[in-house]
């Protein structure tokens, strides 16, 4: 079985928003199976202390993503911008119930998002969080592109084509973004004044 194109998710999404059953049926798999493979990829690597499991993050965000409104999956680019804020708040959530355990003592789980020069970058979601924040004040198409990226695993090409832009401006973009980030994670981290 070949795997659908763009356009072909693109117009179960519109079959579906327009009340299609037998469209949403053909586009759940298809939809899961995206965040699933998300969902691995920023969980892979984490350390045993990380509770957070693949599975229960996918199956939340799948929850919140079909309780939001229909018109926001009018296509693909959408539903990729919708599906990366989604994983955000997911974990970001998550993070903020853990917070009392962090004040008894315990570390905060974090994630191991490639944003910084090394491959080990490890950064705490609700710094990650709070960074993104300010950078979406400054740049809200920035923060879109770190969503997208970071947390609904868009490609550069796939981005390009949602942002509607080219390829080597959104690598710009990118680039101008993790520059940013990695600015705005040093001056809220404590120990980048040593």
Known sequence: MTEPSDAEITQLLTRFRDGDADAGERLVPLLYASLRARAESLMRGESREVTLQPTVLVHEAWLRLCRSPGGEWRDRGFFLRLAG???RNVLVDRARRKRPAVADGVDPETLAIPIGPGADDHVEVLSLHEALERLAERDPELADLVDMRFFGGVTLEDAA???????AAV??????ARTILLRELRRGDPESDR
């Open 171 to 176: 690598h710009r973009s990118w680039e101008l």
């Open 85 to 87: 804020r989604v994983m």
């Open 161 to 167: 084509e949602v942002l509607g832009r080219s390829r």
